[in-house]
């Protein structure tokens, strides 16, 4: 009888171990999201959901470029102000092309293009640090960051960009579809309607947009050999280097694609905002790495997930949208963040099971 007794607690007790160890980022968002809708009135509105998605639309983005750094083994410390660099030069090339006589659709399409491909070059010169110079992570992405504040605050002199043509404007805070009483849904354009009667508003452009490229990089990482190999460096690069995986190329290109999710982000902020600053993306870059880490990736690198970082990141915007509502001062968030992180780390510590149910996702 004794001995039923000792066997069935353990039992027990390792059951509850692995259904917390692989659940507990969404159960803590379950129990974030009650709360909040109990104390904050209003927050468990249609509306607030689409405000929850659109304003965390750049954490979002950093948080996908951080965890495949993070993956690795590394870290970038840049992806906030390569953001703010972005958004700076998409205005300023934006303004040079309509100048320049091109209509203004082709200019924001081409300055958003020319853009991304000019927000690369801080990510392989990261790339380039790391994997060839072997200069750490943490060194080689610091500097960059003082790199881009600098040509950002040279660019615009100490001030905001300005100039973003409306159409820019009307894309980056439209919507996908409206509905209004009796009519059929619209796309993209809100329906002429009388002054006074109510337009639905349903699913933001910006959100579409980074809904769909968060999920091509998921599909990347976890059903593709770039992904296969990227958990490998992070696993073991010596085991990575004797497999053949050629370690110094796949660096760059993670370092390269961070730098790409970040000018991404850096021009859905300029087409929100109408606006670019050197410092725009500098408070999200805590955000990004939290997200990354609540959802259960590793410091170490070899772990992690998509699915599981956009989780992290939704717990960041769920707790940033409550407190708001609640009227309370934003910086508690910064302190409950830190409380949050401390919670990731002891789970990570003492219920290995959830390192076990991410490989366990990935495959």
């Known amino acids: 009888m004794e001995t039923a007794k000792h066997g069935t607690a353990p039992g027990l007790a390792g059951g509850l171990r692995s259904f917390l160890g692989g659940r507990w980022v969404v159960i803590f968002l379950v129990l974030e999201i009650v709360y909040f809708s109990f104390t904050s009135k209003g927050f468990a509105d249609f509306n607030s959901v689409q405000i929850l998605l659109f304003y965390g639309t750049q954490v979002f983005l950093l948080a996908v470029a951080e965890l495949f750094v993070i993956i690795t083994g590394g870290i970038d410390l840049s992806v906030g102000y390569i953001l703010g660099f972005a958004s700076i030069v998409s205005i300023k090339i934006v303004n040079a092309l309509v100048v320049a006589g091109l209509p203004v659709p082709a200019a924001i399409a081409l300055g958003a293009v020319a853009t991304l491909i000019v927000g690369l070059v801080p990510g392989l010169v990261n790339g380039w640090l790391v994997a060839w110079l072997k200069v750490p992570p943490f060194i080689a992405t610091f500097s960059m960051l003082g790199v881009c504040h600098g040509v950002s605050e040279l660019v615009i002199n100490g001030v905001y960009a300005l100039g973003m043509p409306q159409m820019a404007a009307d894309i980056g805070n439209g919507y996908i579809l409206y509905k209004a009483p009796h009519l059929p849904f619209v796309f993209f354009t809100p329906p002429q309607v009388a002054r006074r009667t109510p337009v639905l508003e349903l699913i933001p452009n ?9 999920a091509i990089f998921a599909f990347v990482l976890a059903r593709t050999r770039f992904g296969r190999h990227i958990y490998a460096l992070g696993g073991s690069m010596d085991a990575a280097v004797r497999a053949g995986i050629p370690t110094k190329r796949r660096i760059l290109q993670v370092y390269a694609l961070s730098s790409f999710l970040a000018s991404l982000a850096g021009v859905t902020y300029s087409f929100m905002y109408v606006s670019g600053k050197a410092d725009a993306g500098a408070s999200l870059l805590l955000d990004a790495i939290a997200a990354v880490m609540i959802g259960g990736a590793s410091m170490f690198g070899g772990s992690g997930t998509v699915g599981r970082t956009m989780i992290g990141a939704l717990i960041l915007a769920v707790l940033d949208l409550g407190l708001r509502m609640a ?28 390192q076990l149910s991410i490989s366990e996702e990935r495959k």
């Open 206 to 214: 910006i959100v579409i947009v980074a809904a769909i490229v968060i």
């Open 327 to 354: 009227g309370v001062p934003t910086f508690n968030k910064y302190i409950l963040v830190g409380v949050i992180l401390v919670l990731a780390v002891i789970v990570e510590r003492y219920l290995p099971e959830a």
